[in-house]
Structure formats: C-alpha cells, structure tokens
C-alpha cells in the first residue's frame, strides 16, 4: 500500500451520497461497462464523493437562468446535398475488428425464430 | 548552439536561406528522442521513416521556392487524439492501440499545407481525462525538468517533447486546461484559443462543447505563428467561427505574428501603455503556493513596469467552475465515447455472447479507470431523475460564470494569475485521490466553460527546479491581446533552456525575469558554482 493510499484510508469518512448496488447497476447498462466485484465498490464510493463534491452547486441560486449550453449562438449549417467525399469503404474496414464481405461483422442480433417471423410477416 | 535548442521561427527562417535543411532539423529531432525517450516517454508513435520522407518532400518544394511560409520545414509533434492519416491514433488508450485512421484532422492539415513535418503522436492522459498524463496506456510521460515529477495533462507528452527539444513545436488540446497546466509544469508556453477558433474536426471528441486544440512552444512568437496557421473557419466543423468580420474576427486571417513583428519593429517601449490588467484576488487564496504566488505576483509588477494598469479584483463564482466543469465535460464524454463499441474501429474482447455482451466486454477492456469514473458520473448526471439537478444545474451555472467573466471584461483587457495551484506533483501522487486532483484544474477550467483565449507562460522556477507557470485570459476573440502583452512580458526574461535539452555544457544561466530576480539556487551562473 503505498503513501497516498495509507493517507486515503485514514482521511475517509464515507461519502454523504450513498450510491445503491441498484444505481450502479443502471449506471453501467446506460454506460455499457461490465464492473467486476471490486471497480463496482470503487465506483460506488467515488461517484458517491464526486456527487457530495458537486452538491456545491446547490448552494447557488439558478432560478430564472436559462442553462447554457454554447457560448456563441449555434445556427444549423447547411450545404448542399452533393457528395464530395470519395469511396470510403476501404479505408472504414480496415480498422474493422471482424469483416465479413466488405461488411462489418458483428455478433446476431436477431434470433433465428425472430428473424423468421419477421421474414414471413414481410411477404 | 545546438540546432534543437533555436525557435521554430530562426530554424525555418535558416532553412529559407539554405544555412539549413528540414531533413537535418528532423534528424537533430529524432537523435534527441534517442537520447531521451528511454526515460522520458513523450511519444506514442515515432514515425521515422515518414518524417524524413515529408521533409524530403518538403525540401523540394522550398528549393522550388513554392513553400515560403514562416513555418515550413519545421518539424511538429502532435497530441495522439488528432487523426493522422495512415499514422496511428491511440488516444493513449488501449482502445484505440491499433487503430489507423483513414483521414486527417484539419488542425493538422493546415499544418502539412504551411509545409511543417509531423514527427510522431504524443503522450497524453487516456482520452485526454487527467493531469498528469500517469492514465495513459503507454505508460507516464515524465517532466524534463525532473524526472521524478508528472509533465501535468493531458497534453503532457506534447509539452515535455517541446521542453525537451524533441520537437520545436507541438499541438495540443484542452478540455480543462490541458495545454496550459502541463505548459505551466514544462516551462513551455500554450494557448488555447476562443472556441471555434481552431476546426475540431478529426480531434478525438472527449467535451465537445469544451474541446479546443491550440499550440504548444517555447516562445510566443513560435505561439504565435503556429495559432496563425491552425486557425480559420472550416465547414466540416459546425461549431468553427467564421473570419467575415463578424463576432469580432478580421477579415482575411488573423495575422498574429505580424502584429507582434509590428511591435517589435516599434521597440516594445512602453508597449502596454493603457492596457487594463485585472487580478482576480480570488485566484491566490487558500492551496496557491506560496512560490507560485510570489512568481505570478513579480510577473504583475513587470508588466505595471512596461506601463500596464494592474489592479485586483473580485472574479465571482470561482469555486463553481470545477464541479459545473466535470458534470458538464463527463456528460458530453460519456455521450462522445459512446461510439466506442468494438463494431467498426478500436478493441473488441476476444470471447462473448451476444452483441451486449460484446459492447460490454469491449469497453470494460477496452478503457481504464480514469475513463470508467467518467463515463459513469457522465451517464449518471444525464440519466432521468438527475438529468435537471445535475446537467442542466450544471449549465446553468456555467452561465452565470459567463456572466462573471463578462463583467470582468467590462473593465480590463486581460485576467491575470496562476495557471496552476503548485508546480509539478510528483510521479504517482495524483490518481489516488480524484477530487483532490480536480482540484488542481481550479483556475483553468472556468476559462473552457465561457469559451475564453487563455496562454500560460513561463515566470519562474521553483526551489526544486521545476517551473511556474501564470496565466493570461482574455475576451473572446481577445487572442492578439494576450499575445502582445505575453511577448512584452517574455522580452524582460532570459531564457532558460531545460537541463535534459542541452547535450553541450550549460552556459552561464540567469533567473527568468531579470528585474524581480527572487534568490533562487539554481539560477547561479555555472562557472561560479565551480
């Protein structure tokens, strides 16, 4: 264990958040991340301190301010529907980590008595 | 003097006038990256073989008299998040160690277009999240001045090769304050421009709203040149401003090199004369060390010398920027990251069921700790339920620390303070405790949230060798502003060039600001230390 590591421990004081094994759950389906026993602790405890952290903000009056999300106003671009991008694909498939005929292959994501259905409910 | 220790300005002015060749600025480059990469550690990717090809390239166009640019020749490193054709673009992550990309970003376009040479990708955090470039895949960069310290972040791979003249330029890019905190560390100076200034297009996306990539030099002129080609108005970024003249933007390029040339031909006397300089007091309380402090302070009282108006104020609101910066910034990381699903680029696990599964696998391998505390805060403050307390809580705050800064603008010309709280931490001191390294963001991160200019500057060294950094801010737009009164402030210093550069014998050596001159040990000349 090193310095810091010592020092941590005996500064914790549990997080004033305390975030549920259901929360984090649901954290890493949204986030699409596979926690093993031990990142899914850690990850509890520090999302709980970086919350605690972030209530500061409640101590600010927002009321009545529009929230902003760019600084300059953003109007939409547009241009003409032209393509002036050559054939891509070659150079797409190449970092590709499975291809199969010029495509990318990923695994089935339609069951064999879906797809069936839904082969039939077309004609 | 060694060839890797001119500016970029003198080695492509030497290659202009044949004393010199782009391919032997190139060598000099990579025979330094020998010496010292085995420690060092500031690139990703060297590449070599294609760098001696461009200034091959290149050579024959300025022979040809076709490439006159104040830039041609020189070679660049650039941070590993901006896609280079054919070069790999890893983002210091294992997720993207093999990927290649099939096209190149329009920061580093310009680039090849003014006839620079690209030497290699830099070393940086992990998607560009930290402070220290230690969550990098590839392992630490270390800090030239003293190996046992971090180069700061994320672009820390980019300031280290400029401080140790493995590359006379560099780009990087800030989110937070990511070229100027490890400029600061590497006494190395970086701007990162008003946003929309530099095209992000081809930037690896961590907050869109925040990103901004910006140069990386040993002086301002070298900045400045460097901003100069970087800069303008691209359509394949949606969020790039336009050069018509409206918004404040000359018509025709932005020319901030020329402006400095003009006030050097003037004589730079008195050249700050009526500039309004405020000091946000606020910036120097509690955590500023106290040599920061005194260093930043001795560069205020240089400038009130070259006939600035400097004074203190009260900047509102600074202890809300890092908890709105990091809902905000890991909100639109968790979004941008998003796309990294083991499908068309990047890691995918070897074993899985199913296309969730794979997803899963794919990231959780795929991505380091630092990147999983992120994504989750980012994919927690969005989700339903919090979304209004923590994101748009978050945004609006960010309008209010607008406003803040637009009230400071009212009455000065330029912000000035420290770029960081301390010099370098050392090596392994950072990650163990995430908030206390956030911390260490406080006084840059404001600066991304209202979409300011902002360069930091060399002003001092530490008792342990390591240099201090000060920040200057202006209005948007304001980035000729900050380059004159940073080139008045850089011609009362001498310079120091970093001890690991230099394969001669060091020469006489004297502080970095000649009038204030604190005591400080390292600065005594060689021959009398003997």
Known sequence: MSQQEKERNVQAVPPK????????????????????????????????????????????????????THIFPLENVFREDRITNGDGRQAALKNAPVQKNGSFQVPKTVDDDRAARVKVSGQ | MELTALTAAALAEKIQKKELTAKAAVQACLQQMRRLEPELNSFVTIDEKGALAQAEEVQQKIDAGELTGPLAGVPIALKDNLCTEGLRTTCSSRMLEQFTPGYTAEAVRR??????IILGKTNMDEFAMGSTTETSYFGATKN?????????GSSGGSCAAVAAEECFLALGSDTGGSIRQPSAFCGVTGIKPTYGTVSRYGLIAYGSSLDQIGPIARDVMDCALLL??????????????????????????????????????????????GLRIGIPRDYFGQGLDPEVKTSVLAAAQTLACLGAE???FHLGLVDYAIPAYYVIACAEASSNLARFDGVKYGHRAAAYEGLHQM????????????????????????????YDAYYLKALRTKALIKQEFDKAFARYDLLLGPTAPTTAPRLGESLADPIQMYLGDVYT???????????SLSCGIDPAGLPIG?????????????????????????????????????????????????????SEPAERSE
């Open chain 1, 17 to 68: 958040h305390v975030i549920s094994d259901d929360t984090i759950e649901y954290v890493g389906i949204l986030a699409k991340l596979d926690l093993s026993e031990q990142e899914r602790e850690q990850a509890k405890e520090d999302m709980g301190r970086m919350l605690d952290y972030i209530d500061k903000l409640n101590a600010l009056n927002t009321k009545d301010v529009e929230p902003m």
């Open chain 2, 111 to 116: 680039l090849q277009k003014a006839g620079m």
């Open chain 2, 144 to 152: 030239p001045w003293n190996l046992a310290h971090v180069p700061g």
């Open chain 2, 228 to 273: 100069d080609v970087i800069a303008g108005w691209d359509a394949k970024d949606s969020t790039s401003i336009r050069q018509d003249g409206a918004g404040g933007m000359p018509p025709g390029g932005y020319g901030f090199a020329e402006a400095l040339r003009a006030e050097e031909a003037a004589g730079m006397v008195k050249c700050l004369q």
């Open chain 2, 310 to 312: 400097v004074e203190e």
């Open chain 2, 359 to 386: 997803y899963k696998r794919t990231r959780s391998e795929g991505f380091g700790p630092e990147v999983k505390r992120r994504i989750m805060l980012g994919a927690f403050v969005l989700s339903s339920g919090y």
């Open chain 2, 445 to 455: 991160v404001a600066v991304n949230l209202a979409g300011l200019p902002s360069m």
């Open chain 2, 470 to 522: 000060l920040q200057l801010i202006a209005d948007c737009f304001g980035e000729s502003r900050l380059l004159r009164a940073a080139y008045a402030l850089e011609q009362t210093r001498t310079e120091r060039r970093c001890p690991l550069a230099q394969t001669e014998q060091p020469g006489a050596e004297q502080t970095i600001f000649a009038p204030a001159g604190p005591s400080d040990a390292g």
